[in-house]
């Protein structure tokens, strides 16, 4: 294979292995035909994989060091969305044949950055190289207590709709390369609450609704006012159009979750969740419809799912 002039595949790879920290449960990382992990038995494996592509997640003048780590981020918010805590991480590296070794350290510098961040082994991948856009596929291990994966499916009628942080704008501000996985808040929602169900927020509060509404055979009632804009959403827009953003911009990597009106209460009386908010959006119902409540009045909410502003299509 062809490699950049500067770097053979070699090179690269022990550069990497050379930054890579080998953590709990990684007992052989890069550098051999495999990776090694331990496994404990109370616990379940959780697994998740999502390629970026340059043209469609990020742009050809993105900084690399967002590069890499939204590459990462956007799967440890999948385990997240399960309410699992990663371990380690595999990279799928095909670098277009330009791209030079100062290139590919500064892709990695915010990869592993974030890797760090929240204690995950880079525990191996693979290198290539051709004649076309940069492509990152990354999967990555988490666990959780066993039958305590929290899924898309366990939402009943009557349950809270809450959502983390607010939504919208984030290709416009660049957030969707910046986002902080919700981790941490997803392993609080497990911990000490009972959540029924969750999913993140990658296509929009509109689209990725109905995959929680599908799974778990509910509907759901909206309340408007109470969708968390983020200020990320202009000002000047007019409300409808702030809403429309909230609802379908996409990329926000938020979690919503459903839980039952005791648990959203006491949820509502804890205490300051390190300055993420969690807000009730509304209920969910026995009727498999999503109304859009505005001024009082109930609206089919539209499917607008993915509207990309800066001209990229969504996965
Ligand atoms: P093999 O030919 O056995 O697949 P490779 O030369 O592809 O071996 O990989 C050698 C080691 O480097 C393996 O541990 C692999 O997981 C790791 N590796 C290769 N490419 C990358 C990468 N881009 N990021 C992280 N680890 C990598
Ligand atoms: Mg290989």
Same mark, same amino acid.
């Given at each position: 294979?062809?490699?950049?002039?500067?770097?053979?595949?070699?090179?690269? %790879?022990?550069r990497i292995r050379r930054r890579s920290r080998l953590r709990e449960p990684v007992?052989?990382? %890069?550098?051999?035909?495999?990776?090694?992990?331990?496994?404990?038995?109370?616990?379940?494996?959780?697994?998740?994989?999502?390629?970026?592509?340059?043209?469609?997640?990020?742009?050809?003048?993105? &900084?690399?060091?967002?590069?890499?780590?939204?590459?990462?981020?956007?799967?440890?918010?999948?385990?997240?969305?399960?309410? @699992?805590? !990663?371990?380690? @991480?595999? %990279?799928?590296?095909?670098? *277009?044949?330009?791209?030079?070794?100062?290139?590919?350290?500064?892709?990695?510098? =915010?990869?592993?950055?974030?890797?760090?961040?929240?204690?995950?082994?880079?525990?191996?991948?693979?290198?290539?190289?051709?004649?076309?856009?940069?492509?990152?596929?990354?999967?990555?291990?988490?666990?959780?207590?066993?039958?305590?994966?929290?899924?898309?499916?366990?939402?009943?009628?009557?349950?809270?709709?809450?959502?983390?942080?607010?939504?919208?704008?984030?290709?416009?501000? =660049?957030?969707?390369?910046?986002?902080?996985?919700?981790?941490?808040?997803?392993?609080?929602?497990?911990? &000490?609450?009972?959540?029924?169900?969750?999913?993140?927020?990658?296509?929009g509060l509109s689209g990725d609704l109905r995959h929680l509404m599908a799974t778990?055979?509910?509907?759901?009632? %909206?309340?408007?006012?109470?969708?968390?804009?983020?200020?990320?959403?202009?000002?000047?827009?007019?409300?409808?159009?702030?809403?429309?953003? @909230?609802?379908?911009?996409?990329?926000?990597?938020?979690?919503?979750?459903?839980?039952? *009106? &005791?648990?959203?209460?006491?949820?509502?009386?804890?205490?300051?969740?390190?300055?993420? !908010?969690?807000?009730?959006? =509304?209920?969910?119902?026995?009727?498999?419809s999503a109304l859009l409540w505005i001024d009082g009045q109930p609206r089919p909410?539209?499917?607008?799912?993915?509207?990309? *502003?800066?001209?990229?299509? =969504?996965?």
């Open positions: 294979m062809t490699l950049p002039s500067s770097l053979t595949e070699f090179d690269l %790879i022990e007992a052989i990382g %890069i550098g051999d035909d495999a990776a090694v992990l331990n496994c404990a038995s109370d616990q379940q494996l959780v697994i998740a994989q999502d390629v970026i592509v340059e043209g469609r997640h990020f742009t050809s003048d993105t &900084e690399p060091e967002l590069i890499g780590r939204k590459a990462l981020a956007v799967n440890l918010s999948d385990l997240a969305a399960m309410a @699992a805590l !990663p371990t380690a @991480a595999f %990279i799928g590296l095909v670098l *277009p044949t330009r791209a030079s070794a100062e290139f590919a350290d500064r892709l990695y510098d =915010g990869l592993l950055g974030l890797a760090d961040e929240f204690e995950v082994t880079l525990a191996g991948g693979d290198t290539n190289s051709w004649d076309g856009p940069l492509m990152l596929s990354v999967t990555v291990l988490g666990t959780v207590p066993k039958g305590q994966a929290v899924t898309r499916g366990g939402a009943t009628p009557g349950d809270w709709l809450c959502v983390t942080g607010a939504l919208g704008g984030s290709l416009l501000s =660049g957030r969707h390369l910046s986002f902080p996985p919700r981790l941490r808040e997803a392993q609080r929602l497990r911990t &000490e609450f009972h959540v029924t169900s969750m999913i993140d927020l990658s296509d778990s055979s509910v509907g759901v009632r %909206i309340d408007a006012a109470e969708i968390p804009v983020h200020l990320d959403v202009p000002n000047s827009l007019g409300f409808e159009q702030r809403l429309e953003r @909230a609802l379908n911009d996409g990329e926000d990597f938020e979690l919503l979750f459903t839980l039952a *009106p &005791e648990q959203g209460q006491r949820l509502q009386r804890s205490d300051a969740w390190n300055a993420v !908010p969690v807000t009730k959006i =509304g209920e969910c119902t026995a009727e498999r909410l539209p499917s607008g799912g993915w509207r990309h *502003p800066l001209g990229m299509s =969504g996965d």
